[in-house]
């Protein structure tokens, strides 16, 4: 077809663009960042059919200038393929734009979330010739091969594609591969591996499955599900055998590595799974592991098997700590008394636990949101992670925000609260997430403590968390603001020049918080 890239029987050149960064502060970071297994993923599958990919790995917001030069220093390429994230679309536009005037034959692609959650919105970026809808891996092969030998690949499925004419073709989606052994084991020297942030510390960040079966209205999962022609088998796990060919083929590479992150949406999905890995992990591996788990499927053998295994710490969602946000807005069926419960468990064997949790949720308040901390001290959680509420696009959560008028026309990439709530003000949501470790650990003493004494210190607690003026709520978030940044640079450059010292801290600390 007129007007299409053609290789001429040459293998394509591609770059994969990855905007690695959660603020936007202009900072010159050199070295860090994390690792991604899709980018890693379809860097293993293109090289294994001859094509040619490098990374230019973003670790924080780039200028114009300072972009230019970079994507000028890493070579010639003929495709381009952007990893957009729903929070980086802003910077990934102007990213684009500079792309294309500085290599304006290049052919530019996009894909991961926000092109598969909002792909007309993508597509519609001047400068984007196509977008890749779902698992990117062999729509991009094809994309290359196809390019290579100058045959026609505006076809080709989970693809859409921008005609030279200006009109949009939009292919089918591809069905999913039940079967993930199929793929190879990630390129994962794709990265400057030895130099992210967690390899630093000797840990790395792994993923054995894809996909989550259940419909959490607030997570994108649900609508990348919905995108597959054969969405019931979305949940797919690498098999045991094939798991730990990875693990050692990552080890081999890198044996500096100490600890295995486990970054599945959620590790323990398939109880019959899980047991077998976790059987042959225990025997070849046996290295100190953490990874995601959910309550309402998990026993106290499991919890055990896990400790023999190597588990220090566990990562568990437990996001809304008021029952009828959890079950009306969240859908997620898990009573306090399950989770206290399945707390004691870890309690019981040493494991140190991790909560994750959403502030800023449509229709919290305060009052809300202080069940959350209150829960968490219930389970005597040893750490806490308060994220603020963002409503990703077709997500259950997105509609519920804005049928309720609390969704703005445009958010800004730099906006800290997303959602304008009367009821539940950014002083107070900032306030919450930033002291929420702070009042956590002092409700576990009020509740540790017996009789009249213990119910007159949670009452002055509440008072401290939600009878504040509003002045005070932005003081004292202006507060921990430089109290944050000054820890986070301290942090960073104890990993960058004191590695050692930083995981032997690490351990200290969850041997501590686990037997505690």
Same mark, same amino acid.
């Given at each position: ?45 293109? /090289? ?44 990934? =536009? ?9 290599? #304006? ?13 909002? !792909? *007309? ?53 591809? !069905? ?23 390899? /630093? ?56 590595? =100490? ?59 437990? *996001? ?72 990703? #696009? ?30 539940? #003000? ?64 301290? /942090? ?20 501590? =918080?686990? *037997?505690?």
């Amino acid at each position: 077809m007129e007007g299409l890239k053609d290789l001429h029987g040459r293998k394509a050149r591609e770059l994969l663009v990855y905007p690695d960064y959660t603020d936007r502060e202009l900072s010159g970071k050199l070295t860090g960042g994390n690792y991604s297994e899709g980018l890693a993923s379809i860097s293993a599958v293109l /090289k294994q059919s001859g094509h040619d990919v490098k990374l230019m790995h973003l670790l924080y917001l780039h200028g114009e200038d300072e972009f230019k030069e970079k994507l000028k220093s890493l070579g010639e390429f003929d495709i381009i393929g952007f990893s957009i994230r729903t929070t980086a679309f802003p910077d990934c =536009k102007q990213y684009i734009k500079w792309t294309k005037e500085v290599c #304006p034959d290049v052919f530019i692609t996009c894909g991961s979330y926000h092109a598969t959650l909002a !792909p *007309e919105e993508v597509i519609a970026v001047d400068g984007v010739d196509a977008i890749t809808i779902g698992d990117g891996e062999y729509a991009e092969l094809e994309l290359c091969d196809k390019m290579s030998a100058g045959e026609d690949y505006t076809d080709i499925e989970s693809k859409w594609f921008k005609l030279p004419d200006g009109t949009v073709k939009r292919n089918p989606v591809r !069905p999913l591969f039940a079967d993930l052994d199929r793929l190879p084991i990630p390129d994962f020297e794709l990265f400057d591996y030895d130099n992210l942030d967690s390899v /630093k510390v000797g840990t790395a960040i792994v993923m054995m499955s894809r996909g989550c079966r259940y419909n959490c209205t607030y997570c994108g999962n649900s609508q990348f599900r919905n995108v597959y022609p054969n969405k019931k088998i979305y949940s797919r796990f690498r098999s045991p055998q094939n798991g730990i060919l990875y693990l050692k083929t990552l080890l081999a590479k890198h044996p500096q590595i =100490k600890v295995i992150n486990f970054r599945d949406a959620i590790f323990n999905m398939i109880p019959e799974w899980f047991d077998e890995f976790i059987e042959l992990y225990k025997q070849e591996i046996h290295l100190p592991f953490t990874g995601n788990i959910r309550f309402d499927i998990l026993t106290e053998d499991t919890v055990r098997r896990m400790k023999e295994a190597g588990c220090y710490t566990i990562d568990m969602g437990l *996001e809304s700590g008021d029952q009828e946000m959890r079950f009306k807005y969240l859908k997620r069926y898990m009573t306090d008394e399950m989770m206290i419960n399945c707390s004691q468990w870890f309690h019981k064997y040493g494991i140190a636990q991790l909560t994750y949790n959403i502030i800023g949720l449509p229709h919290e308040d305060k009052y809300r949101a202080l069940k959350t901390i209150k829960l968490n001290a219930r389970m005597r959680a040893d750490r806490v992670i308060p994220n603020i509420f963002y409503p990703y #696009p077709g997500t259950v959560l997105y509609e519920t925000a804005k049928e309720a008028g609390y969704l703005p026309e445009v958010i800004s990439p730099d906006v800290r609260v997303p959602l304008i709530q009367e009821q539940f #003000p950014e002083h107070e949501v900032l306030f919450i997430e930033a002291y929420f470790q702070h009042f956590m650990n002092r409700y576990r003493r009020a509740f540790a403590m017996k009789g009249k004494i213990g119910k007159w210190y949670e009452k002055w607690l509440d008072r401290r968390v939600t009878k504040r003026r509003p002045w005070s709520y932005k003081f004292l978030v202006k507060l921990h603001d430089i109290y944050a940044h000054g820890r986070s640079k301290v /942090k960073a450059f104890v990993i960058d020049h004191l590695p050692k010292l930083y995981m032997k801290l690490r351990v200290w600390k969850h041997r501590k =918080k686990a *037997e505690g």
